[in-house]
């Protein structure tokens, strides 16, 4: 069973940096992708940022400039750099796996930012 463990969230000031990581229980180059999700009450699951196997990103239009994906293969660790936090960066942050058409995801890690 694939499991993915968030950390990294918190309480935060507008214009803070966070930086979310996310340990996989398997080998990363098992899945297509890596990715973050957030998800905001009341609403459905949005795609931020993924990177491919292959290396290449993509970013949600309030992501780019601002959030960065990286991971560290030797630790099967993905990271989320975010920076010049607003209160509309406030979500439940989830990381997530892809396989072909399946998604593995953490349980989340919450994100708050006040103005």
């Known amino acids: 069973q694939v499991q993915l463990v968030e950390s990294g969230g918190g309480l935060v000031h507008a214009g803070d940096s966070l930086r979310l990581s996310c340990v996989v229980s398997e080998n990363m180059f098992n899945f297509n992708s890596m990715g973050w999700y957030r998800q905001d009450p009341g609403k459905q699951r949005e795609l931020d940022s993924t990177?491919?196997?292959?290396?290449?990103?993509n970013y949600a239009d309030s992501a780019k400039s601002r959030f960065t994906i990286s991971r560290d293969n030797a630790e099967n660790t993905v990271y989320l750099q975010m920076n010049s936090l607003t209160p509309d960066d406030t979500a439940i942050y989830y990381c997530t796996a892809r396989l072909l058409s399946r998604n593995y995801w953490g349980k989340g890690t919450p994100v708050t930012v006040s103005s």
């Open positions: 990177m491919s196997i292959g290396g290449s990103l």
